[in-house]
């Protein structure tokens, strides 16, 4: 099946530091990836759309200075959070959907393990 | 403006039993829902895909509804196992605009 990677699993960094986070789609093209926050307890909140080629389409709210996205490739999208401050930490996760043969929209999306930042 | 609500943050159940989760949303026309599982510190996991013109699927112990007039879906997990505990998540949304529901989180008792 339709695989994520995400990587790294947890960062543990200094704060002003700025940190990026990998999401791959492993056996299939994604042409759109989507990057979430999740604090504990709380739902997934989604952070951006991320197109490949394109500018990413951020959510309100979501400073896109502070979260730079990347989309270089069809299996490739980048997370940086710049000068990360201790109100960055947080769970990122990004996913992707696998459009199949006939691009299908009602196609799920797939979801990497996410990545545990810690800014101290 | 458009809410997910899941009716209980937490569902304790005997084994064996049927687990029953509760996604009610408003102010939305999802053209689908979606249920997840999600396990401390992971990622979530697709489950099942219903669509907005399908009352009812199946997929080994588990069963979704869509009652789209009640704008509600219904999650059956049957003959629990300790193994199915985890956090649930409901899903709504179209291509590009998924929106998530806060999860339940079950726990499934030996």
């Known amino acids: 099946g339709a695989v994520v990677s995400q990587h790294p699993s947890w960062v543990i960094c200094k704060s002003g530091t700025s940190v990026k986070i990998e999401c791959r789609s492993l056996?299939?093209?994604?042409?759109?990836m989507f990057w979430y926050r999740q604090f504990p307890k709380q739902s997934l909140m989604l952070m951006a759309t991320?197109?490949?080629?394109?500018?990413?389409?951020?959510e309100q709210g979501v400073e896109k200075d502070k979260f730079l996205i990347n989309h270089a490739s069809l299996t490739l999208s980048t997370l940086t959070v710049t000068s990360a401050h201790p109100e960055d930490s947080s769970f990122y996760i990004c996913?992707?959907?696998?459009?199949?043969?006939?691009?299908?929209?009602?196609?799920?999306?797939?979801f990497g393990d996410g990545t545990r930042l810690s800014i101290l | 403006s458009q809410k997910i609500e899941q009716n209980s943050e937490a569902l304790n159940i005997q084994e064996g039993k049927t687990a029953t989760l509760t996604c009610n949303y408003t102010?939305?026309?999802?053209?689908?829902l979606q249920w997840y599982r999600q396990d401390p510190g992971r990622g979530p996991v697709f489950l099942l895909l219903?669509?907005?013109?399908?009352k009812e699927k199946r997929k080994e112990r588990l069963k979704v509804t869509f009652d789209t007039t009640l704008k509600q879906s219904l999650f059956h997990i049957t003959a629990s196992q300790p193994a199915d505990s985890a956090t649930y998540l409901c899903?709504?949304?179209?291509?590009?605009?998924?929106?998530f529901g806060a999860g339940t989180r079950l726990t499934v008792k030996p």
């Open positions: 996913s992707a959907r696998d459009p199949g043969p006939r691009d299908n929209s009602n196609q799920p999306q797939h």
């Open positions: 056996d299939f093209q994604a042409t759109t």
């Open positions: 991320s197109n490949e080629g394109s500018k990413a389409t951020y």
């Open positions: 102010n939305y026309s999802p053209a689908y």
């Open positions: 219903i669509r907005e013109n399908e």
């Open positions: 899903a709504l949304g179209s291509y590009n605009d998924m929106r």
